[in-house]
């Protein structure tokens, strides 16, 4: 089957932690990202990356780290100095199909902080 | 800041009636207009895109219409069905990689009632 796999789906960490979420994707795509997803927010950039070794800022990446050392692979860290890190995160990877520019996204990863 | 506002933040429809999903922008650059539909604990999926050199988008039981002058764009479920009941999020785009850089609207949490 290909997609895009997160895991774990639920994670807790006690506060003062580091803590890294794993994306894998098996569809061949060059871009893929990372959300965060609050209640009544929608869902806001952190960090993407267009190619392999390379990787820009999103909307609210204070606080988080990125890496892309494989195509299939992007994993986020949260780091202990972001602030409120509860919450639903999920990555993505991007196709273009013709005009359209398809995102999917995996089943996301549910990270609670205490 | 680039925004996409929606509206309303929650919808309750009868089944078989029409649930409407409206999205305004700022960004007159935007070129790109997906939906998007999550259900809980589940990675949002793309239901349906519109670029603005047409007006209108129909997709079986959605359709997304789309007003350039008025700079919002909106989607349209005909014959509401309980298995429509979802969050869903307009999403507006621009620039070289259009597609590529998603800027979410808040979210619609649609109930259709039996």
């Known amino acids: 089957d290909g997609g895009i796999t997160q895991s774990p789906k639920y994670l807790f960490r006690k506060e003062g932690q580091n803590v890294t979420l794993s994306c894998e994707q098996n569809?061949?795509?060059?871009?893929m990202y990372w959300y965060r997803q609050d209640p009544g927010q929608g869902l806001r950039l952190i960090y993407y990356s267009q190619i392999v070794n390379d990787f820009q800022k999103g909307d609210i990446a204070e606080g988080y780290s990125v890496s892309r050392e494989k195509k299939e692979s992007f994993p986020l860290t949260v780091t202990s100095a972001q602030k409120n890190p509860t919450a639903f995160y999920l990555c993505?990877?991007?196709?273009?199909?013709?005009?359209?520019?398809?995102?999917?996204f995996g089943p996301g990863t549910r990270l609670t902080v205490t | 800041q680039q925004q996409v506002k929606q509206s309303p933040q929650s919808l309750i429809v009868q089944k078989g009636g029409i649930s409407i999903i409206n999205c305004a922008y700022e960004?007159?650059?935007?070129?790109?207009f997906p939906w998007y539909q999550q259900f809980p604990g589940k990675g949002p999926a793309l239901l349906i895109a519109?670029?603005?050199?047409?007006s209108e988008k129909k997709e079986g039981r959605f359709t997304i219409s789309f007003n350039k002058s008025a700079k919002q764009f909106s989607l349209h479920i005909m014959d509401s069905q309980p298995g429509d009941s979802a969050t869903y999020f307009c999403a507006a785009s621009s620039g070289e990689t259009s597609g590529s850089r998603l800027t979410f609207g808040e979210g619609t949490q649609l109930t259709v009632n039996p």
């Open positions: 993505a990877s991007n196709q273009q199909i013709g005009s359209i520019y398809e995102q999917y």
């Open positions: 569809l061949n795509h060059d871009a």
């Open positions: 960004n007159t650059a935007f070129d790109y």
């Open positions: 519109i670029r603005p050199d047409v």
